[in-house]
């Protein structure tokens, strides 16, 4: 007789809390660990169709590294849908203003486009520095 395969329910979801310090990591490395927390990969009860993934904080976003001149060359950029409504800064300028905005974006194309990325980011957390004010979660 075959065992049945295991189907994880939503209300059985058990999440927990994982801290990631960015500081003197590479982008991408940073972000593929904390899209697989985010969608629940390393957990026994993975299945495709349910969030079954944890809370990330990443602290000390400002101190990211990219490979290379990437930090000069590389463009995050948008477009107001109007005649010279193209925007682009640089990866140096958006570390120096929104440093959270970096990691939010290289996290955001790690996660598959289903219905169930949005509930996923939204339990990312990202913070400039080292401070954060979900101390009393991670020390579960």
Do not use: C
Request: charged share 25%; proline share 4%; no cysteine.
């Amino acid at each position: 007789m075959q065992p049945k395969t295991f189907s994880q329910r939503t209300e059985d979801v058990v999440r927990k809390w994982h801290l990631v310090d960015a500081k003197g990591r590479v982008l991408g490395k940073v972000a593929v660990e904390v899209a697989g927390w985010l969608i629940g990969k390393q957990k026994i009860t993975y299945t495709p169709n349910t969030d079954g993934g944890d809370f990330v904080v990443v602290i000390n976003a400002s101190e990211v590294e990219v490979t290379r001149n990437k930090a000069e060359t590389k463009l995050y950029s948008r477009h107001s849908g109007y005649p010279g409504g193209y925007k682009a800064i640089s990866f140096a300028e958006l570390v120096a203003t929104q440093p959270n905005k970096v990691i939010e974006h290289a996290v955001n194309n790690m996660l598959p486009n289903n219905k169930l990325r949005d509930r996923r980011l939204a339990r990312l957390k990202v913070y400039g520095g080292a401070e954060h004010p979900h101390q009393g979660q991670l020390a579960q």
